[in-house]
């Protein structure tokens, strides 16, 4: 269509994300009964919504036809005093994606620069790319993140470092000393973004990375409610940092960006501290089963700190396929330039266990 000569020259270049495929999508495709089939590839709530949440949707089913309060009172309440910030020093967006459009929109541009690593969360190039920014990609440490090579990276023209901790798609973190370290080097025109959409249920001790913006450094860290309260469907997502900053990436938000019901369940999951209790048991004993399986089976894996786990099966587009036909849905990681590698999200044990008798299946 002669329309599409005036797109935005960035655009074209765009490769959009890729999702792990929802359930009915695949039963419709392969004719399976959708209740026989295990999602096990976006990293969601291996329990599913924390119950104080479901109350809250069910009983505010009927205020859905307002608008949402723009501001998200009630739940900017619960996080400023469970974290000790003014309102001003936090946003929400649509899952903390939409966070990290804001600083897009906010802080990428053409003659800038954007630092992460080269294997961590993809929508980081995208909105680079989107935006015509220098994406630079650093090796990484094994499949940790190489936070010196990172910080050796940042030029003039570098505006944001992304630190994604623990690691998407790698599960694999960085200490607090070692970030100290980092953070040392890192100048004060160039804004950290840690990104921390598994802290909650961190397999591993979570650095306290809010002290660098307490102490004045350009620095944020973005939370979500998708991840470990099992809200990824009401897309609630919420970052905090210095005021000005904060005030800065609020300008690109629309009005109503979060639902009514999304703030009201994230308020109540905020407190769901036995849920989040029961959710770390399961995904403990998630990773001590696939574990043993690769080590039993020789497979290489990644250590993970998070809900999901990477595992170097050989062709992971095509095991992605043959386990998808056999009712188990992963993501295949070649997007991720690991095209031997699969992730796996943490489930309950009845789903673990199906992927690694499937698995199993697949590779004898
Ligand atoms: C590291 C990381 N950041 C951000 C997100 C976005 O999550 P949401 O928009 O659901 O909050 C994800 C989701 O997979 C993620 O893994």
Redo the contacts with the bound molecule.
């Keep these: 269509m002669k329309v599409l000569e005036k797109l935005n020259k960035n655009i074209s270049k765009i490769t959009p994300y890729q999702p792990g495929r929802p359930i009915e999508d695949v039963a419709r495709e392969l004719g399976l009964d959708p209740d026989g089939i295990v999602k096990l590839a976006?990293?969601e709530s291996a329990l599913g919504v924390a119950p104080s949440a479901v109350e809250v949707i069910k009983n505010f089913a009927e205020e859905a036809f307002r608008y949402p309060d723009g501001g998200a009172y009630q739940l900017r309440q619960k996080i400023c005093k469970k974290f000790d910030l003014n309102e001003k020093e936090v946003i929400f967006?649509?899952?903390?994606?939409?966070i990290?459009v804001f600083l897009a929109m906010t802080l990428m541009g053409e003659g800038k620069s954007v630092i992460a690593s080269e294997k961590a969360?993809v929508?980081y190039k995208i909105l680079s790319m989107m935006t015509g920014t220098e994406f630079r990609e650093i090796p990484m440490k094994g499949l940790t993140h190489d936070l010196e090579a990172m910080a050796d990276a940042i030029t003039k023209d570098t505006s944001i470092v992304f630190v994604?901790n623990p690691?998407?798609p790698t599960g694999s973190m960085v200490t607090e000393a070692e970030i100290d370290k980092f953070m040392e080097r890192v100048p004060e025109d160039v804004l950290v973004v840690f990104?921390e959409?598994?802290a909650e249920i961190c397999l591993g001790d979570m650095p306290n990375t809010m002290k660098y913006f307490r102490e004045g450094r350009a620095s944020i860290v973005?939370r979500?409610?998708?991840?470990a309260y099992g809200l990824?469907g009401l897309?609630v997502?919420y970052g905090m940092g210095p005021e000005a900053i904060i005030q800065a990436l609020e300008k690109p938000r629309q009005p109503f960006n979060t639902t009514l019901i999304g703030q009201l369940a994230a308020a109540a999951a905020l407190d769901d501290e036995q849920f989040i209790k029961d959710s770390r048991d399961t995904y403990i004993q998630g990773r001590q089963l696939f574990e043993e399986f690769c080590e039993k089976k020789g497979l290489e894996y990644e250590k993970t700190y998070a809900n999901f786990m990477l595992i170097k099966t050989g062709n992971g587009a095509d095991i992605t396929a043959k386990l998808t036909a056999k009712g188990v849905i992963v993501r295949p990681m070649a997007p991720y330039g690991l095209g031997d590698w699969i992730r796996v999200s943490l489930g309950k044990s009845e789903e673990n266990q199906k992927f690694v008798d499937v698995l199993d299946e697949i590779l004898d």
């Design positions: 976006s990293n967006g649509s899952g903390s994606n939409e990290l969360f929508i994604c690691n998407n990104d959409a598994y973005l979500t409610f998708s991840k990824a897309r997502g």
